[in-house]
């Protein structure tokens, strides 16, 4: 299908292809793809627990799945 840049209403050119908006567009998506990523990573550390034994004197690091 061809593209369309403009409409030319009775000599009023009406633009509806912005490449400016399409890169800000392509940036927001981009932003959102990392930030849904960091998301996944932020919820795998909150399955992290971290314990301490005093008597081995001994710092453990477990993750849990839910």
Do not use: C, W
């Amino acid at each position: 299908m061809a593209e369309v840049q403009t409409f030319d209403l009775d000599g009023t050119p009406i633009d509806v292809k912005d490449a400016a908006a399409r890169q800000t567009a392509s940036s927001a998506n981009a932003l959102s793809v990392q930030n849904a990523q960091d998301i996944v990573d932020l919820k795998a550390l909150s399955r992290l627990t971290v314990s301490y034994n005093s008597t081995t004197e001994t710092i453990k690091f477990t993750t849990q799945t839910h």
